[in-house]
């Protein structure tokens, strides 16, 4: 998974006075290398897949997501489940 970046200027009222945030990390909306076998390979990309959006069971992708421990090496796989609980989301 690639990570992305992006900046956002807000405009203030005084020209001289520009803000920037500057954020890193993972896309909401996940992506991923089909040779990423972090992801390709990991057990929970496997389970899912090959389910259709339909068929996938939301509590189970929720209850998966909560058991895996926030690192930095969990990040592409919790985007991954992050991504099929939003997309179930907008079908449901």
Known sequence: MRPSSERFVPRRTCPSEVFKLVRTGFPINWDANPNDV????????????????????????????????????????????????????LIS
């Open 38 to 89: 972090a992801v390709t390979q990991h057990p929970l990309y496997v389970k899912y897949n090959l389910t259709t959006f339909g068929d996938i069971d939301l509590t189970a992708v929720k209850n998966d997501l909560a058991g895996i421990k926030p690192t930095t090496e969990s990040a592409a796989i919790c985007s991954y489940l992050s991504w099929l609980i939003r997309t179930k989301a």
